[in-house]
């Protein structure tokens, strides 16, 4: 194992500037929306039906990569033809949002999703009909132009709501702005939610590893105790379900500076299934796992014999409902927790004790106990899951 | 009227330090807690049945201050007796949670709701009685001992989950660091959820004014465009109904800045409703809302006249279901609304339209439309409603 000192000139390092710009990805990004343009309009001139082809996002066009522990899409594809009933209304949807993204680009501006369903709505001449019933139709849209152009939505200038904050020993980039994140007092950096190498650059980073909480108050307890200067590191919070903002994040900071990604989370199958999220990816956005999934995460806690080994009172507990372990049972059977006996002992032992926990009930023993005994004690005892 | 620079220094000079210093108010709540306590020991040990005296927090309780034109409590009390079967629980609960907040205090911590719930929760000696069911229990005590102890509750060291970003011409000073809110990037500072002035401080501020947002992404769309740099300004957004955090840092900014307060806000009963807490308070924390109320707080849009003003296409239109239509008749008969004939005109003109509108519904002029010509054609023709 590298001295500390070593490992801090090697992640200088790996610290490297993104090898596309700003300019290149929006260029590349540029081309990707005219060759789909393209193609419609050759077909068009040629007397042939324009049509494109979208990658499936769906469950069954799912595939959990085994060697790179991400789950990832398959190679299933659909048409989207213009002169079929059912197909004609997103083939439509389709070109009037990769327009809009073409318009984005070229102002050099980003938009919401809300404002992207807004900027693409409209009554069809002639019709009643709307171009957008819903923003559930549109976000949907704009997912398949991700898969089609093989570009992040990021890449497309498009965000979403912001969620999550961070402190630590790291100074970033925003924008040209430097942002000292050992000097953001008791709020945090609010972390955006497009942290793309051209918005954000990682500066001068000391920091050991990544400390991911779930909760922005169990973070706001960690900051308080200056748990991050105690400790060398960076602390992070998701909101729960951490956006994709969040999870990009972590992961360009996972890989560019060689950071490991600890998560305290609670002992509930909700708990499990964000550590699943943040390690494995999501079926959501499965397009995405190699670009936000980080197969080495470390589940740090809670953990199920915790209840014994931190000598809790039966006040902690709280009940498992039906759903609960319904939820549970799935998860236990997710391809990467199966084979893994640590994971099947975790969720087993939970389902046996009947109660799920939270971190903010470590504070039955102390206000402090989290930041001063808990996460020190598993970081050196190095009691993890992986 | 002031000139620009009259009135930056006079800005600087109503900057002043806070008149109570962080000790003195954990002094003075110290106080009080023990006050509360002696009363009972005082009691028991006289003979008398111990019980403690606490302010009414209902809808009944609650007083419409005409000439200060903000929400506040009535002078109804209930009783708390420890030999009354009904209210035994409830004062054991008080008495629990005082005893919580005192270690808090004595501990210099700070602890969020949920937390303050597993603190005091235990099981009752001898008994399967918990001390609390559930959370919402003990928040309900802790906003009584709030009244009780004529404290906020971030003077008993509880904060709750925060939300809600900031940038603009401002540099604050939170827990000894220095934000400066000019240079945060595209993510912003993220505002804690105790901003009292021992741990915010304000320092320099040139900004004329604070546009608050109700959503974090319209708010990116103001950063993006530098809105506030341009128009140099605050720029605030609280992740819809603003929490307690940023409301008070609203009327921190605008009492002791001298800075007014525009809201931009949707065009529906959900707008109009964040917008009357905003300005008066909200039933739930009338007993607030002398340090939370903004009276002078203006309502900048989206107004049902721009419809038609803004020539904006159908397409822009939600229409209104039977709940927003009950609401809005409600709020039309807040005693603060029903003398003001524009806001009878708004409300019924939108009531007449039968549709609501967001603000992100002008992207459909413009990208940024909303920050290039809304906003800054209101101000200049000082079109808002106050």
Redesign the interface.
């Known amino acids: 194992m590298a001295t500390k000192a070593q490992r801090k000139v090697s992640r200088k390092k790996t610290a490297r500037r993104s090898p596309a710009s700003a300019a290149q990805r929006t260029a590349r990004t540029m081309t990707n929306l005219s060759t789909l343009a393209q193609g419609v309009v050759k077909s068009s001139l040629a007397g042939r039906e324009p049509r494109l082809e979208i990658p499936t996002r769906s469950a069954a066009n799912t595939r959990w990569n085994k060697s790179r522990r991400i789950l990832q899409m398959g190679t299933s594809t659909q048409e989207r033809q213009l002169f079929n009933l059912g197909q004609a209304r997103r083939f439509m949807q389709t070109m009037l949002h990769a327009s809009s993204v073409k318009?984005?680009l070229e102002?050099e501006?980003?938009?919401?999703?809300?404002?992207m369903?807004?900027?693409s709505?409209?009554?069809i001449s002639g019709t009643q009909e709307?171009t957008f019933d819903e923003q559930s139709e549109s976000d949907g849209i704009l997912e398949d132009l991700e898969v089609a152009l093989g570009s992040l939505r990021e890449e497309l200038h498009i965000?979403?709501?912001?969620a999550g904050?961070m402190v630590g020993n790291i100074t970033?980039?925003?924008?040209?702005?430097?942002?000292n994140c050992r000097?953001?007092?008791?709020?945090?950096?609010?972390?955006?939610?497009?942290v793309e190498p051209d918005?954000?650059q990682f500066k001068d980073c000391e920091a050991d590893y990544i400390l991911h909480v779930e909760?922005?108050?169990?973070w706001?307890?960690f900051n308080?105790?200056r748990f991050w200067e105690k400790h060398n590191c960076i602390l992070t919070e998701g909101g729960g379900q951490p956006p994709r903002g969040v999870r990009r994040m972590l992961h360009r900071l996972h890989n560019e500076l060689g950071l490991p990604v600890y998560c305290l989370l609670d002992c509930d199958p909700w708990g499990h299934y964000i550590y699943s999220v943040i390690k494995q990816g999501s079926i959501s956005l499965a397009f995405e796992s190699q670009r936000l999934a980080i197969p080495d995460a470390r589940f740090l806690g809670l953990r199920s014999e915790d209840y014994e080994r931190c000598e809790l009172?039966?006040?902690?507990q709280i009940a498992l409902n039906q759903r609960d372990i319904t939820r549970a049972k799935q998860i236990m059977n997710y391809p990467w927790f199966k084979d893994k006996r640590v994971w099947q002992r975790e969720i087993r032992q939970m389902l046996d004790h009947g109660f799920k926990m939270?971190v903010?009930?470590l504070?039955?023993k102390d206000?402090?106990y989290v930041t001063a005994e808990y996460v020190p004690r598993r970081l050196q005892e190095r009691s993890w899951i992986d």
């Open positions: 318009d984005l102002a501006k980003t938009l919401s999703l809300r404002a369903f807004y900027k709505l409209h009554t709307k965000f979403a709501k912001k904050t970033v980039i925003d924008t040209g702005d430097e942002i000097k953001m007092g008791s709020g945090g950096y609010a972390i955006p939610s497009i918005v954000i909760k922005n108050t169990v706001s307890r308080e105790d009172s039966d006040d902690v939270e903010e009930s504070i039955t206000i402090s």
